[in-house]
């Protein structure tokens, strides 16, 4: 595990959760490419053939006939190399989101298993920079440009040696595989660009003074980036501010973007900043994003709703048991016009007028959309009156994401341009330095 704000001196061994007890997974299948790299503990649970499964009796785990309390699977031979991973099927990506499937992941590295509320938790221990190389691939196609590769690999490092959020503690590893902490599939996407890119940047953080950067990252801002305590609880960071995610030319008249009129015009035009489709097409962008995400509209979108279907909405996401919603209102808006607060104006079942308050970016996301909407960064149009309730929703947006730190599409769009790994991570976190901590 690693200690919260601890430089270390030497590459680390982390731990990463890939079935959580929250995947209601009672049974495991592991394959293995070559059995004889791997060993598989208590001893005399032995891997019969390629295959090895594994459910849940009780608090035990079972194999065949075996009964056991936790099990551990080592790589023997070339701990360190990536060839012939085990196989682990149907692990859940996207977890809690719209394009959350089952996927099978090659894993480098050991396993440990065991059983938690009467579910399978399974963590993998491996190497921080093989974790890394897997990380850069995940989170963007390894068919992005290098310095891309180099950037994102340079923050996913900081971020997880930051080590602020601990999620995971409880559970004792360090980040879960998926978007609520960094998304990582294993080795299955792997490329030698991905891994070249990954040794190149070996043992590098940004820091800022002497700590390193709580680097955050999104898959678009939208054009403006988001200040760090508009997204999270904690005081502001320094290197995170309400920047355009454009080049230093970039001209744009109607500030600040929280005010409501002024994040209007903005959704509604096209800026050419770096995450924009004029920089980065939208079938440029399919050849580039992580294979799991919806091919779409990610710089300006717009989500429709019927009085009905908002009503429906609303209902299942906050218990609410309206009848009809009258009014709703964006009280508070960050720099990039992300929504922090919204008040909803609804008639209950009795025809009593009623209200409610929605606060937080991430609570904003979970609540307007059926699944988890692209951003809080939005307008609502409320049209067609009847009985002093619109008929229709129109939210329209920019952006996916929190939109703080590194804009991924923004610096696809910049690496694309020619900007080099620097130029990038001075961009989205200013005033950091980049530090060499161990080779
Ligand atoms: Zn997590
Ligand atoms: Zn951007």
């Not at 790589?75 to 099978?104: T, Y």
């Not at 290098?146 to 971020?159: D, F, G, M, P, Y």
């Not at 909405?313 to 016009?337: F, H, T, V, Y």
């Not at 991924?408 to 900007?419: D, S, T, W």
Request: aromatic share 8%; hydrophobic share 35%.
């Amino acid at each position: 595990m690693l200690l919260p704000e601890k430089i270390p001196s030497v590459e680390p061994q982390i731990k990463v959760g890939i079935v959580l007890p929250e995947d209601q997974q009672t049974e495991l299948e592991l394959e293995f490419p070559d059995p004889k790299l791997y060993a598989v503990r208590p001893g005399k649970s032995n891997i019969k053939g390629n295959k090895l499964r594994i459910t849940i009796n009780q608090k035990d785990l079972q194999i065949g006939r075996l009964r056991l309390h936790k099990i551990a699977v080592k790589r023997l031979a070339s701990p360190n190399n990536l060839d012939n991973p085990l196989l682990v099927k149907n692990v859940i990506a996207g977890r809690g989101f719209h394009w959350k499937k089952a996927v099978n992941m090659s894993l480098p590295g050991d396993l440990q298993i065991r059983v938690v509320d009467g579910c399978i938790l399974l963590i993998n221990i491996l190497p921080l920079e093989q974790y890394l190389m897997c990380v850069a691939t995940s989170e963007m196609s390894a068919a992005c440009p290098e310095s891309l590769i180099r950037a994102q690999t340079i923050v996913a490092r900081s971020w997880m040696l930051a080590n602020i959020e601990q999620k995971h503690r409880a559970l004792d590893f360090d980040v879960c595989n998926d978007d609520c902490c960094q998304r990582y599939h294993g080795t299955g996407q792997l490329t030698p660009h991905a891994v070249t890119g990954a040794q190149s940047t070996r043992g590098q953080v940004i820091m800022f003074g002497e700590k390193i950067c709580d680097a955050r990252y999104s898959k678009s801002c939208g054009g403006m980036m988001e200040t760090y305590e508009n997204v999270w609880d904690g005081p502001p960071l320094p290197y995170m501010q309400n920047i355009f995610d454009a080049g230093t030319s970039f001209h744009w008249p109607h500030l600040p973007l929280s005010e409501e009129e002024n994040l209007r015009k903005w959704v509604n035009a096209s800026p050419a900043c770096f995450c924009s489709s004029r920089v980065v097409s939208e079938e440029t962008l399919t050849d580039y994003i992580g294979t799991v995400d919806e091919q779409g509209s990610y710089f300006r979108w717009n989500f429709h709703f019927s009085q009905t279907e908002m009503t429906d909405l609303l209902n299942e996401k906050l218990d609410l048991e309206a009848r009809a919603i009258l009014e709703i209102i964006p009280d508070k808006r960050g720099g990039s016009g992300r929504l922090t607060q919204v008040s909803v104006n609804y008639l209950d079942q009795e025809n009593n007028q009623q209200s409610c308050t929605i606060v937080s970016e991430y609570e904003i996301r979970r609540v307007f959309h059926p699944s988890f909407l692209y951003s809080s960064a939005f307008y609502i149009e409320q049209l067609d009156p009847e009985e002093e309730r619109p008929a229709k929703f129109i939210l329209r947006g920019a952006g996916w994401g929190h939109g703080a730190g590194l804009c991924q599409i923004g610096a696809l769009g910049m690496a694309r341009k020619g900007y080099s790994t620097l130029t990038m991570l001075k961009h989205y976190y200013p005033g950091c330095r980049l530090v060499h901590i161990y080779s």
